[in-house]
């Protein structure tokens, strides 16, 4: 069965940087496209970034474009996301999840705040 676990989340202010880790357990990772999505209070889940198997392919929403960097490491199991010049608007719960999957992990929270 699969497992995800997100860490990395916090308060950070505008302008600042985080970077968010997902160990993944439980199945092949390195067959899996991967993906992270937010759900700020209120709003849909909605996709933040998704990496294919070997890394080479990358997709970006438009609100995150330019300033986040998803990567992965399939020796490690972990997918990463890498979070530059924070917005306010950029404030959710952060998931890991596999592509075409019901797996999720349980999320990690993101503030950014002055």
């Known amino acids: 069965q699969a497992h995800l676990v997100e860490s990395g989340g916090g308060l950070v202010q505008p302008g600042g940087s985080l970077s968010l880790s997902c160990a993944a357990s439980g199945f092949v990772f390195s067959a899996w496209d991967m993906s992270w999505y937010r759900q700020a209070p209120g709003k849909e889940r909605e996709l933040v970034a998704s990496?294919?198997?070997?890394?080479?392919?990358?997709n970006y929403s438009d609100s995150v474009k330019g300033r986040f960097i998803i990567s992965r490491d399939n020796r490690a199991n972990t997918v990463s996301l890498q979070m530059n010049n924070l917005k306010p608007e950029d404030t959710a719960v952060y998931y890991c999840?596999?592509?075409?999957?019901?797996?999720w992990g349980q999320g990690t929270q993101v503030t950014v705040s002055s």
């Open positions: 999840h596999i592509v075409r999957s019901n797996s």
């Open positions: 990496i294919g198997m070997v890394g080479r392919r990358k």
